[in-house]
């Protein structure tokens, strides 16, 4: 027996209110991906019944929303910066406190600017396409550990029209030395054994992209102190980091010779950005 849309609609919030806090809008996001139709169409035929084959498939798929699969691999996209990426289970799902990060280092460059960037592991290359779909003129590398996430980078620029150079790198473990006028990063910050790990759809995402090791801080120490060697004199880095890292992110950059430095507030007023400029070589004894 068959569903129409509203009850389909409320039978699935029901269930996956138990394990998100937009089950609502989960709810409705899997239906129009079943009948393959604008979440609008929900809304203008609420009565309409559902196929046999249709109410079959989002049964199946709510299913998998409930153990859970978070709705952009479900989906096998994400919307980011108003364009459109593919998801996959290989790489972290874009957030929206990532477009701080862009938005920032947009500012920094001139619409007609020719300059270096790096995007210090890319994943599904969010940051780096982004950056290059709406500063064309830029230069920009992009790296990862992880090959399959720079397959998956390498077809969401393709996607978008873009050219990026993506290098498999730890990061910058494989790279010559080369310069940059900005480093861009959104690298993993979530302490090992933080119980926020194990909270909603995290467990589903890759491990490796949500925690450097036991204090969190692990890749932003690398990324800073070989910042100075990959940058270009008054070089900029902007890094995306933890709400309660301000401080230490802070202090790192300082004792890596970086000044001007700032920390921006994401959409939730956390402290989630922090931006800063390279004015002097590193103290060896820091």
Known sequence: ??????????WATDLIRNCSESARLDAELLLAHCLDKPRSYLYTWPRQNLSESCWHDYRAIVQKRLEPTPVAYL?????????QYTTTVDALIP???TELLVELTLAGID???????IDLGTGTGIIAITLKALRPGIEILAT???AACLDLAQKNATQHEVTIEFIRSNWY????REKFDTIVSNPP???ANHPFLEQGDLPAEPRLALTPGQTGLES???IIAQAPNYLNNTGKIILEHGYDQQAAVADLLEAHGFGEIQCHFDFNDLPRVTTAKLIEKPNPRA
């Not at 989906?75 to 364009?83: K, P, Q, T």
Request: negative net charge.
């Open 173 to 176: 473990q494989g790279l010559a």
């Open 189 to 191: 910050y979530i302490a």
């Open 95 to 97: 957030r929206p406190e």
């Open 144 to 146: 990862d550990i992880d």
């Open 75 to 83: 989906l096998g996209s994400r919307e980011f910066y108003s364009m």
């Open 1 to 10: 027996m068959s569903e129409q849309i509203d009850n389909a609609i409320r």
């Open 220 to 222: 932003l120490q690398q």
């Open 111 to 117: 619409p007609d600017s020719k300059s270096r960037v």
